[in-house]
Nanobody, 122 residues
Framework: QVQLVESGGGLVQVGGSLRLSCAAS????????MGWFRQAPGTEREFVAV????????AYADSVKGRFTISRDNGKNTVYLQMNSMKHEDTGVYYC???????????????WGQGTQVTVSS
């Protein structure tokens, strides 16, 4: 019954912005850290951002720092990823994940969404 459903992906030009959403259900969202990961074809899955249960502690991959912002609304059981100044290398499938601790490792997250495609064009 645990579900994480990403939305908001699509095609965007270099320098543009997208806002991803992840709607959670089936667990106590408010006590979990929430993270975003991404995977491009031929590459390993990589960490993007994480936010703790309260929304007051966050961490970002160096590649997105200053451009992406993670946030959450515990009243709506939703986590967001605002992506600005997008680059070609931001292309990939973006996954949200829930974990019991504040971590940047995929193995530390217990639940995963199906992913949403983000494509950055020239």
């Amino acid at each position: 019954q645990v579900q994480l459903v990403e939305s908001g992906g699509g095609l965007v030009q270099v320098g543009g912005s997208l806002r991803l959403s992840c709607a959670a259900s089936g667990f106590d969202f408010s006590v979990y850290s929430m993270g975003w990961f991404r995977q491009a074809p031929g590459t390993e899955r990589e960490f993007v951002a994480v936010l703790n249960w309260s929304g007051r502690r966050e961490a970002y991959a160096d590649s997105v720092k200053g451009r992406f912002t993670i946030s959450r609304d515990n009243g709506k059981n939703t986590v967001y990823l605002q992506m600005n100044s997008m680059k070609h290398e931001d292309t990939g499938v973006y996954y949200c994940a829930a974990g019991r601790g504040f971590s940047q490792r995929g193995a530390d997250f217990q639940s995963w969404g199906q992913g949403t495609q983000v494509t950055v064009s020239s």
